[in-house]
């Protein structure tokens, strides 16, 4: 068996100043949950990464930037406690499957609460998979009740989870999926997140955006 995850590596969002040892034990302990996912980095950290660039985006506080930071890279930990047989099942989940993987919210929470530092991770764990309209779950929130980094990681994991290559399903191209979260922008996410989000990737991609400048300019 060989294993080729990349945990080794230090916070990638600059400014962010989360304690070393606090962020690689996160890690560490995050990894175990996408344990099933062969790849370089782990659903969890690209979460992560991904939810505090989008926070910095909205110009939230660096405490709030760290905080999120941390709460992506738990999002999943209740994950954890549920059978593996119903995590990396590919076929189509039955009803006793999905009240399963419902769970893994509150589990998730449940744990993080009790334990310093972590207990200020709980709420956004809890409320990750809430929609604005108010049909997701655990507690049916909606709109602004929902709090900004269960908003944020939101928007991160399911885009996360329609381009990774390591998903189980085919990967989207990263436009597709922004297009696919602008389309639920305002049912189940949060438009404002959303145009975070794609603000976020097109600064990752200059290059995409100096050839159309430079296509623009040619033009004038
Ligand atoms: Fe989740």
């Known amino acids: 068996m060989t294993l080729d995850l990349d945990i080794s ?7 962010i100043s989360v304690d070393a040892a606090l962020e690689g034990m996160s890690i560490l302990i995050t990894s175990a949950i996408d344990r099933n996912i062969p790849a370089r980095t782990t659903h969890s950290q690209r979460v992560a990464t991904l939810a505090a660039s989008i926070a910095e ?18 999002h999943d930990f209740g994950k954890l406690f549920l059978p593996s047989n119903v995590l990396i099942k590919r ?4 009803e006793d499957d999905w009240s399963f993987i419902q769970l893994h919210p ?9 334990v310093p530092p972590f207990h200020d991770l709980a709420k956004d764990v809890l409320h990750h998979h809430e929609r604005i309209d108010g049909r997701g779950y655990p507690r049916r929130l909606s709109g602004e009740d929902i709090p900004i980094g269960a ?70």
């Open 91 to 94: 076929e189509p989940l039955s």
């Open 57 to 74: 985006e909205l110009n939230l506080s660096l405490k709030e930037v760290e905080r999120i930071y941390l709460a992506g890279l738990f």
């Open 106 to 114: 509150q589990l998730g929470a449940t744990f993080l609460e009790h």
């Open 9 to 15: 590596h230090a916070c990638a969002v600059t400014d």
């Open 151 to 220: 908003r944020i990681i939101a928007v991160a994991e399911s885009f996360d989870a329609m381009t990774a290559l390591d998903s189980y399903r085919t990967s989207l191209q990263q436009d597709i999926a922004g297009d696919i979260l602008i389309q639920d922008s305002g049912t189940q996410f949060d438009g404002g997140v959303v145009q975070a989000l794609l603000a976020v990737l097109d600064r990752r991609r200059p290059h995409v955006r100096s050839t159309l400048e430079a296509n623009i300019n040619a033009k004038r």
